[in-house]
């Protein structure tokens, strides 16, 4: 399913929740410059995709109920971005909505275009991991077209979008969340979400951007070493009202790094993350290296001071604190 912002169900669905008791099909029809059919038929598209909506005669609609889905019209209604999420492609399910969001790239949509999905069969994470992706989660990508970095100033992104999440979870559920370099969000040490960011370049300018990013959120059991905010927090989430969230910090912080490129989410990113000064190991393909993890440069990279005081900037790895 596509969706563009303010299509007919949209504004239908927009007068049914903005009126307490019922709207009166006459109204709406005329309100829409639609025939009280065509109004009837759109009504029926929207109770097929999980809508309840009451239809009594001389009343009129009500909206009684919203399906708990991460559904075009649940994420655009009151979303406060300029460009993200605009366009929807929405899936129950999917091999990875990395793929989906690569070809729509290709295919040269606008900036701000994303691919979600209930559940993935072959979700992704970094180093072609898999990530497990069941119902109740959010799994999206998200397409950017960054016009103020060369492929060299790229890896910030993930770093941002990590920060992103944790300025929209902890709008959600206040917990302690932390940041591990370079793409993981952690509650309690352990896993909840992660950022995978993809990268379609010509020489060193980048075409397009494809951020991936999965919350366990309503998850109820997950393979170890992860967590869900149902678990943490004994609780279900809206995720329409976190997805949003999400996206708004997303683009708050986005818009911010093309005027000031990536100083402040470097800062902030920093804050939520626990490791500087501990010793840490780092696995970088088929090698480690030790040393003492002392905080990230301006491009993102991790500074680990080696023994002899030598300091490395690391690009890319998997980080391991050590016992101190
Ligand atoms: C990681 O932790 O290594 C990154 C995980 C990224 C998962 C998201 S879910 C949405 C998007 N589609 C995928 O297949 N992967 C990313």
Redesign the pocket.
């Known amino acids: 399913m596509k969706q563009r912002k303010k299509d007919l169900g949209y504004l239908i669905l927009t007068a049914l929740r903005e009126e307490n008791g019922y709207v009166s099909g006459e109204d709406l029809a005329r309100r829409l410059n639609i025939t009280r059919q065509g109004l009837w038929r759109h009504i029926g598209k929207l109770e097929s995709s999980g809508y309840q909506i009451a239809a009594v005669p001389h009343l009129g609609y009500q909206l009684l109920s919203s399906p708990d889905k991460l559904l075009p019209y649940e994420i655009q209604y009151k979303l406060n971005t300029k460009f993200i999420g605009g366009d929807i492609h929405y899936y129950e399910d999917i091999g ?3 793929d989906a969001a690569w070809q729509l790239g290709l295919a040269d949509c606008a900036q701000g275009t994303l691919v979600v999905s209930e559940q ?1 069969r072959k ?4 180093l072609k ?1 898999k ?1 497990f ?1 069941p119902a109740g989660g959010i ?3 998200l397409i950017l077209r960054p016009k103020f970095i060369l492929l060299d100033e790229v890896a910030p992104i993930t770093l941002l979008a990590a920060l992103a999440c944790i300025y929209a979870l902890k709008k959600t559920v206040d917990l302690n969340y932390s940041l591990k370099w370079p ?2 969000i952690l509650l309690g040490g352990k896993k909840i979400g ?3 960011c993809e990268i379609d370049a010509e020489q060193d300018k980048i075409n397009f951007i494809v951020l ?3 919350i366990n959120v309503n998850s109820r059991s997950l393979p170890p070493p992860a967590t869900s905010l149902f678990l943490a927090a004994k609780k279900t989430i809206c995720r329409a009202e976190l997805i949003k969230r999400i996206l708004e910090e997303i683009e708050i912080l986005y818009r911010r790094a093309e005027q000031e490129k990536f100083s402040f989410v470097l800062r902030q990113w920093q804050k939520f993350c626990p490791l500087w000064g501990r010793r840490v190991k780092v696995k970088i393909l088929d090698h480690e290296i030790e040393g003492q993890a002392l905080g990230i440069d301006e491009k993102g990279h991790l500074l680990l001071r080696k023994e002899g005081g030598i300091v490395e900037r690391v690009s890319a790895g998997d980080v391991t604190p050590l016992p101190s």
């Open positions: 990875s909505t990395q993935q979700g992704r994470g970094r991991r990530w992706a799994y999206f990508s793409n993981d992660g950022i995978l991936g990013v999965g």
